[in-house]
């Protein structure tokens, strides 16, 4: 049981370079979301996912796309990246209802600088 | 908004020492009151929460208050460790399970 994986863990990138961030989870989580951290800002939500097919913005979406064909899978697009989205992104799953729903398990992160 | 605030860090400490890290927070209704915890080079991990007023989330001899007449969440350990060392995030969460995080506080525990 691996929990939340991202890949990659590191990454630089040229302005206006596009890439796809890939959070995998198996523990059967219908939610799944997408954070930027900043420092001194702490995490932002960049857009999250209730269920397959379904995705929706957060507090920060401009400049990323999300795609979630697979329930396990959630993909975080930058189609051309800019030097503002050089930034630690995590994401995270939850449980769909009960009281559990409110956990989220974070995966470890990746590391995005933009020149 | 809702909004959660962090006191600001870092905050040093040594070994065995109290602390306390202070979080307010702005919402509408009664959300669900978290602390996350990050370690160096992690992703974060829940180290507590309480659900409602006056519940008392605890774990790791960490523990925190639900206080709705201060708005307030602070967490506090009776005596730190060096492995302590971590930054330390309050949240709430909003309609659709969407979590709101504070700055985070930087905690550093000398032994």
């Known amino acids: 049981n691996a929990g939340v994986t991202q890949t990659p863990k590191f990454r630089v990138l040229k302005t206006g370079q596009s890439m796809t961030l890939l959070c995998a989870q198996d523990?059967?989580?219908?939610?799944m979301y997408w954070y930027r951290q900043d420092p001194g800002m702490g995490l932002r939500l960049i857009h999250y996912s209730v269920g397959e097919g379904t995705t929706a913005k957060g507090e920060v979406p401009d400049g990323y796309n999300v795609s979630r064909l697979k329930k396990q899978n959630f993909l975080l697009g930058l189609e051309s990246a800019a030097p503002s989205q050089t930034s630690v992104y995590f994401c995270?799953?939850?449980?769909?209802?009960?009281?559990?729903?409110?956990?989220?398990?974070f995966g470890p992160g990746t590391r995005l600088l933009v020149l | 908004g809702n909004s959660v605030t962090q006191m600001e860090g870092p905050v040093t400490l040594s070994e065995e020492a109290f602390l306390t890290i202070n979080c307010t927070y702005t919402a509408t209704g009664y959300p669900s009151l978290f602390w996350y915890v990050q370690y160096p080079g992690e992703g974060l991990q829940l180290l507590l929460k309480?659900?409602?007023?006056?519940d008392k989330g605890s774990n790791k001899g960490f523990e925190a208050t639900y206080r709705k007449e201060t708005t307030s969440f602070h967490l506090e350990k009776g005596s730190v460790q060096v492995s302590d060392s971590a930054v330390y995030f309050c949240a709430l969460n909003e309609y659709g399970n969407k979590l709101v995080f504070g700055a985070g506080t930087i905690l550093r525990v000398k032994s």
């Open positions: 309480a659900t409602k007023a006056d």
């Open positions: 995270a799953s939850s449980f769909s209802a009960g009281v559990s729903q409110e956990t989220q398990y």
């Open positions: 523990m059967n989580h219908e939610y």
